[in-house]
């Protein structure tokens, strides 16, 4: 990482803490905001956010572990995390896995290689009842068939971090 | 009574601050007394009466308290909690403006699960409004005694922050682990204060049964379970969706109303739950009999229980905090059986000792993911040996 580059963390990490009143009850928080603006929650940011909250390193890395949204590497812009849970796996969620499989030329669990997607499983994302569904980022897709996938992706890589396509819930 | 589907939800027809404002004109003792006389137990599946909870946090003298509203709707087929937020979060947010001003508490924290985060900037705009309209910060309606405000925290994808001494941890920027009980929340929660944590769905109740009474609430629903229900029902249904019906309809009932006739089985309770099979469908969905926090998961005629009950075996291994041994290994012991049984090679004696690892789970867990996390296993055993034992048509 370049030199300006963990300036910058370090004092995005500093105000952030700062703001959080520098309590623990601020650590859940912070790794999100890391999280969201740099990718990854990098040993570097690990280091500064334990000296923020005056705490050990470990015990940072021992939350970030527990949390399936919080990450140690480096994840792709777009992070596409499909339920897996029983309704949509009625509704049909095997095909579009493999279609996603297809068009990002990777796996489960897998990063594509210009670092834009990463595919996860999610466990039940509530959206049962429009089934499949899945996120990507903060958005969630409903109704998603094999067919759409080629038009969600292309809407990703077509925009700069925020989806352009929107996602879509019924109510 | 009539059910609405996904449309109009009774609660939603008490006006906003209608409830706020007679809750406030009852004063403390009145709120609580009321919420205990409506009979309103918690939606959030354990079915704690939610006026003794009240009770006891109120009853507790602390120089802080806390109100959280239990948004982590994690359970595999619920989603009841998300169209309320979608749609009525202001009930909700007074809801806890209600329980904070009859504990005692000013500050109130809606725990939202991080899937749901992309209803935070609309829930933000509603609290917005709310302050400005004199509801929430100093001075609520005018009234000199009376405080209170409420900030969001997002979780980060982990099923079991929503039991409520795991959710506490996470708040306090810990590992969701759940805690042992005693002490219960409303003694010893957040930051070591009384909080009292209730569901999205408990909260939203709560103006309505202000604004109408307690005996009007009471008088829906059965003997011991009070009031209405609204139940997230998806799987082989031709209209899957957010219901609301008075607790004590039959199975059978909710299936002609969803579309779900000719279904082979339900799972009620979402993956903690029981898998209810056919032939018992004039039982009736109650805390009483078939207890739920409001999933309803429908099975068609051709569906393969096996898969069902692996694909939930699945959840609970990746969704066990680990922290004791009957979950963290008996979760994997019996997912393993699941496969022996969908490769046809899990003898009687195998299957009967998987059966008695899950009653020991059910016993020996610390906290309710493990403690019920065999249930759907237990309940294809019982109903559905048949189907499930002796395969030659393997699946992989
Ligand atoms: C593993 C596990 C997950 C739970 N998830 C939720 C949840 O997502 N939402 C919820 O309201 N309650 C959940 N609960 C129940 C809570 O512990 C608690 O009983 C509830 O929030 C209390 O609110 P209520 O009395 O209004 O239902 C869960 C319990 C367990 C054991
Ligand atoms: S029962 Fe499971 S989830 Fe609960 S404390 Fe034990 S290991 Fe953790
Ligand atoms: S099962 Fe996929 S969203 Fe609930």
Redesign the interface.
Known sequence: MLVTEQDRLRDDILAWGDAGGGSREALIPLLQRVQQKYGEISDFAMQVIADVLSIHPVEVQSVISFYHFLDLSARGKFIIRLCRTISCDIAGKDRLARQLENDLGISFGETTNDGMFTLEWANCIGMCDQGPAMLINEKVFTRVTPELVHNVLQACRASFGNIGLEGKEEL | MSPSH?GELTFSTVKPRVGLQAALDKGRAGIVAEVSGSGLKGRGGAGFPTGVKWNLAAATVADEKFVVCNAD???????K???IL??FADLVFEGMIIAGYAIGAQKGILYL??????LRKDLEKTLERMRTEGMLGERVLGRDDVSFDIEI???????VCGEETALIE????????PRNRPPFPVNTGY?GRPTVVNNVETLAWIPSIMARGADWFSSLGTDKSKGLKLF?????VER???YEFPWGLTIADLMREVGGENAKAV?VGG?SGYIVPARDFERHIAFEDVPTGGAV?VFGPH?DML??VS??M??FV??S?GQCTPCREGNVKLLEGLRLLEEGRCSTRQMRELCALGETMQQASKCGLGQSSPNAFLSIVKHYGDEIMGRTDVIV
């Open positions: 996904t709707e994690g359970e595999p087929g619920t989603f909690d998300r169209v979608n749609r699960r991080g899937e749901y985060s992309y925290f997002i979780g980060s994808g982990a099923y996470s708040l306090e920027g810990q590992r969701g682990e930051k997230s029902v998806s799987g082989d899957p969706g957010v799972q993956a998961i569906r898969q069902v694909n939930f699945e959840f990746g969704e905090c």
